[in-house]
């Protein structure tokens, strides 16, 4: 098997496609990993213990679980479908799905009704910017708006979590080196995007990347074109768009990244966002402490948080 394979799901097991999801158990200190089971959640640990699978043991997130190689995943593959659930999820508090990736790669103005919105012309090129891991934050968790903002926005995007090593990854491949899927929720400070040449403080402040709440698995997931995200605020529908939508696909993105920088395991690509951004609305109606912020996409979930002052 050459490098980009990917491990595909033993036959006949296609249908139950396998979530992967970093829980807190109790007053746990870390997180530990979980595939999705039944109505719940079971502990990939005590899936390990019961089948002998010492090579899934001790995982805290999907980004371990792919550092670990084909095998692992595979193996894991074919025990989810006969766990049973331990965890409910009403009672569940939720990690980011990747604890901390080495690389959060955006991608800008990959929507044509975005570019519209935003008053810009359709890039010659892929744009591409970057957020760091101390963005990252689970389903559930406060997204803060500092005082350095008056101006916070959301952007509900797909996410794409690189399950192997990719370097000079061609598109008819690039499918292979992918591990999953997820939401994130691209925040954004538009003063400071607007107001400094350089993005870093617009889109990397701490909380501006909501992960989660769950990765789907990639070999059981959808076409990415007959994915449809919707961004809800306050329950209102803000963003309602199909990924077939982008104008750089995934396959085409990962070969583009890849070319000149090494995916690994648990790297995050942000796809881009749809138009019905605040930015794009008249008047633009930016987030507020106590906004929720819902992102949905059907086969992942639902990633919502809540938007709160700093304490202190």
């Not at 008053?119 to 559930?140: D, Q, T, W, Y």
């Not at 370097?167 to 008819?172: M, Q, R, S």
């Not at 107001?195 to 402040?205: T, V, Y």
Request: hydrophobic letters at 40%; glycine letters at 12%.
């Amino acid at each position: 098997m050459h490098a980009g394979s990917r491990v595909r799901w033993p036959a006949g097991q296609g249908e139950r496609p396998v979530k992967l999801a970093a829980l807190y158990r109790g007053d746990a200190e870390f997180p530990s990993l979980h595939v999705a089971a039944g109505e719940g959640f079971a502990a990939v640990d005590e899936i390990a213990a019961t089948a002998g699978a010492t090579d899934l043991g001790g995982l805290r997130d999907v980004g371990e679980l792919f550092a670990r190689g084909p095998a692992a995943v595979g193996r894991l593959r074919e025990l989810a479908p006969g766990a049973q659930p331990s965890v409910d999820p009403a009672g569940a508090r939720y990690a980011p799905p990747v604890l901390r990736p080495t690389k959060i790669i955006c991608v800008g103005l990959n929507y044509a009704d975005h570019i519209t919105e935003s008053g810009m012309k359709r890039p010659e090129r892929i744009v591409l910017f970057a957020k760091f891991s101390n963005c990252v934050v689970g389903h559930g968790d406060p997204i803060i708006r500092p005082a350095i903002t008056t101006e916070l926005d959301y952007e509900g995007e797909l996410a794409v979590i690189i399950g192997q090593r990719a370097a000079n990854v061609p598109a008819g491949r690039a499918l292979d080196y992918v591990g999953g899927y997820t939401i994130i929720n691209d925040v954004s400070a538009r003063d400071l995007q607007s107001a400094e040449p350089q993005w870093i403080r617009g889109k990397s402040l701490d909380t501006f990347a909501p992960l989660g709440p769950v990765v789907l698995d990639a070999a059981a997931a959808p076409p990415i074109g007959e994915m449809r995200l919707r961004t809800l605020v306050n329950g209102e529908v803000r963003q309602d768009a199909s990924c077939a939508q982008m104008i750089t696909g995934v396959p085409e993105l990962i070969a583009h990244i890849s070319a000149g920088i090494t995916l690994e395991p648990g790297d995050i690509i942000a796809t881009g966002t749809p138009s019905g951004v605040a930015l794009g609305m008249n008047p633009p109606v930016y987030l507020e402490p106590g906004d929720k912020v819902s992102i949905e996409i059907p086969g992942i979930g639902e990633l919502v948080n809540t938007v709160a002052s700093p304490q202190g």
